[in-house]
């Protein structure tokens, strides 16, 4: 196969080394240009460069960014054998204008729900997400509920065109970390080696539910006469309503904001957590949820998204009725109480996660569909 263009929007800080992981390992050993329609970042740009993919910055999806980079697409008549657009970028129409006049096949990933806030561009966005439905060639989506969602929305079934591709997951990123490291994070924290921890990893915003997680430590404690402790790895600028929150529900003592956390941190946080939990009210996948698993951490989430598709209901976790607090506080109560239980949902979601959700999985998948594309 050869060359490949990859069309994506602005990367958040904390997602550019795994973006660039996963794109890097969909296209292994291929020659890829990637567009990103965004201002130049250095951080995003040497991360692409240390892969050996060499980015192009396009400004403003929405402005004249695109009309540019198209010009200077057909102007040097440089010819890719695949156009994947990489989620994000829905509401730019260079992916199905270059097929158009190229002939490539465009393979266009769902990665998450595009809600802008302002209705102009939620409208735009839905217009241009429609036209990637109608012309691409190929349409892949993390998760089966979120393939399902997508589609309906625009009145669509799913058919031949349509599949259910993970992220991909680092296995190498995440696994159960030492006790004495997690005593001494626990330690570090001011939790008591008794008390019960229960973790969420997320960018607090409305979506992900705060308030229904500072809810459910309410609830639970205490639990059998033990202290549970809520931590909550993640930041945003919605963070201060959330801890004015906890203070109104008088929990504060009980939960601990420890801000974002680098990646190569993670599976240390993930291994403090005698569970993990998900509020959210809608997911395209919850890479959380396996990142978790791989720390043999049981799961516990609202069966939004992704969650069906990595979370095994009564094997390796519980999958609960969405915005159903009290039945999440009664199964993580169950899961915290019963340690053969969640070390066995642990270790069998570890095992779930290797199975199917790896990046070498995830990459073998990718090389069939785009083979099939390429094969007369």
Not at 353 to 369: G, K
């Amino acid at each position: 196969m050869g060359p490949v263009l990859n069309v994506m929007g602005p990367l958040s800080p904390n997602n550019i080394p795994a973006t660039v992981e996963r794109i890097s390992s969909y296209f292994s050993g291929q020659t890829v240009v990637n567009a990103i329609f965004s201002s130049y970042n250095e951080s995003v740009a040497s991360e692409f460069r240390e892969n050996g993919i060499e980015p192009v910055f396009v400004g403003d999806a929405m402005g004249a960014g695109q009309a540019k980079f198209l010009l200077k697409l057909l102007v040097s008549r440089r010819s890719y054998d695949l156009i994947h657009v990489f989620g994000g970028i829905v509401h730019t129409p260079v992916p199905q204008l270059l097929s158009s006049m190229t002939g490539d096949p465009v393979v266009t990933r769902f990665n998450g729900y595009n809600n802008p806030s302002d209705k102009f561009f939620l409208v735009s966005a839905k217009l241009f997400e429609n036209e990637l439905l109608k012309r691409s060639d190929a349409m892949v989506f993390n998760s089966y509920y979120q393939m399902f969602d997508i589609l309906r929305e625009h009145g669509r079934t799913p058919g031949q065109k349509h599949h259910v591709i993970a992220p991909g997951i680092d296995k190498s990123a995440f696994a159960p970390a030492f006790k004495d490291e997690v005593d001494s994070l626990r330690e570090s924290l001011g939790i008591p080696s008794d008390a019960f921890v229960i973790g969420t990893c997320q960018t607090p915003r409305p979506v992900k539910q705060p308030r229904k997680a500072l809810d459910i430590v309410s609830k639970l404690n205490p639990l059998e006469g033990r202290d549970v402790h809520l931590v909550f790895v993640g930041d945003s600028d919605h963070l201060p309503k959330y801890k004015r929150y906890g203070d109104d529900i008088g929990v504060t003592e009980n939960v601990h904001w420890v801000g974002r956390q680098p990646n190569s941190e993670l599976s240390l946080w993930y291994s403090m957590f005698d569970v993990t939990f998900l509020t959210s009210s809608a997911e395209s996948f919850g890479m959380c949820i396996s990142e978790s698993y791989l720390c043999e951490t049981p799961c516990v989430a609202f069966m939004v998204g992704g969650m069906a598709d990595q979370i095994q209901h009564g094997e390796t976790g519980w999958l609960v009725r969405p915005d159903d607090t009290d039945r999440m506080t009664d199964r993580i109560a169950d899961l915290l109480t019963n340690d053969h239980q969640r070390r066995t949902f642990g270790e069998n979601g570890r095992e779930y996660v290797l199975d199917r959700f790896t990046l070498s999985e995830v990459a073998d998948q990718y090389r069939s569909l785009t083979n099939s594309l390429l094969t007369p």
